[in-house]
């Protein structure tokens, strides 16, 4: 029996975990992938908004976080992938048939990218599907590319791009761009950036790498087909919460609603980090929450046990 299980090794978990061990909690970490960091691994620009540190990217601000880490004392599973989750029991079932108890739980897992479900986009990974502007850009030098989404990640990424790049070609289904205003209106005079409004890609195609898009247009125009040799994909991002999103309170894109201790719906059962917070989905906020559970569920303990 564990006083928490944190599921979820990004900032929030790792604040969370820390802070259990701070204030004498018996907690465990459990992280389906191989390593620790979450987001931090797709941050590949500077990150200069966290009070007090500035790193280069997100791998080096994690190495920062990694050394409170080695220093503390909770458990951490990487690798570890759930089977089931009864929230209400605080029981956690592994794929592994080990079933884990809890006092309480703590949802820290995060978001991912969401995906267009086009052909050609599972298959083109790692054979010219970008993944970044920023890490991927000197690959892609002197090629045609496309850019799908409107949003600042999107915008952003077809500037930086098209720094390097032949040709960046935007494709966005919206009437115009969501981006801020700031990097719309870098869009419209660069010569080498094409924007397509009120159009999707339906597919990717290629042999051995990326070799075209497939574009529809609005208004039943016939689609047509672009030559480009790389593709990044930026249409925002949704939560992490297939697992148990049956069990809880969400809202009409999954993510997971709590109060001001960080809470869910489900006694003694909380979300921190970008799982609940689709408005501010920051490092700041995420490590902030961790603290808050931490915080929450240690004064309860102590309350219970008379201390």
Same mark, same amino acid.
């Given at each position: ?7 979820? !090794? ?6 969370? @975990? ?8 018996? %907690? ?65 079932? #592994?794929?592994? /048939? ?9 949802? !820290? ?43 600042? %990640? ?7 791009? !098209? ?20 990097? @719309? ?22 042999? &051995? ?39 809880? &309170? ?16 489900? $006694?003694?059962?909380? %979300? ?20 808050? %559970?931490?915080?929450?569920? &240690?004064?309860? #303990? $102590?309350?219970?046990?008379? /201390?």
């Amino acid at each position: 029996m564990h006083d928490v299980i944190i599921i979820g !090794a990004g900032p929030a978990g790792l604040s969370a @975990a820390f802070w259990c061990d701070e204030l004498g909690l018996d %907690a465990l970490v459990l992280e389906q992938a191989d390593r620790i960091g979450g987001q931090l691994h797709r941050v590949y620009s500077p990150i200069e908004n966290y009070l007090g540190v500035k790193t280069r990217n997100g791998p080096e601000l994690l190495e920062l976080f990694s050394r409170d880490v080695d220093a503390a004392e909770f458990d951490l599973w990487t690798g570890v992938a759930v089977d089931s989750i009864d929230l209400r029991a605080k029981r956690i079932s #592994l794929r592994s /048939g080990e079933v884990l108890q809890a006092i309480s739980i703590i949802i !820290a897992t995060g978001v991912r990218p969401r995906e267009l479900g086009i052909p050609g986009e599972k298959e083109f990974v790692g054979k010219g599907m970008i993944e970044s502007g920023t890490r991927d850009r000197e690959l892609f030098a002197g090629k045609d590319v496309c850019v799908i989404g409107g949003g600042d %990640a999107a915008v952003e990424n077809a500037l930086l791009l !098209a720094e390097v790049c032949a040709t960046v070609t935007l494709v966005h289904r919206g009437k115009k761009l969501r981006a801020r205003r700031e990097f @719309a209106e870098r869009v419209q005079p660069n010569h080498r950036v094409t924007v397509f409004t009120e159009s999707v890609v339906t597919r990717i195609m290629g042999d &051995a790498g990326v070799e075209a898009v497939e574009i529809q247009r609005k208004g039943g125009l016939k689609p047509f087909q672009l030559a480009v040799r790389g593709v990044l994909i930026r249409i925002g991002v949704e939560p992490n919460t297939d697992l148990f999103r049956e069990q809880l &309170a969400v809202d009409e894109k999954g993510y997971v609603g709590v109060n001001s201790e960080q809470e869910t719906n489900v $006694s003694m059962v909380f %979300a921190i980090g970008d799982v609940s917070n689709p408005i501010a989905p920051t490092i700041s906020g995420a490590t902030g929450g961790g603290a808050t %559970a931490a915080k929450v569920i &240690a004064a309860r #303990l $102590s309350r219970k046990s008379g /201390g």
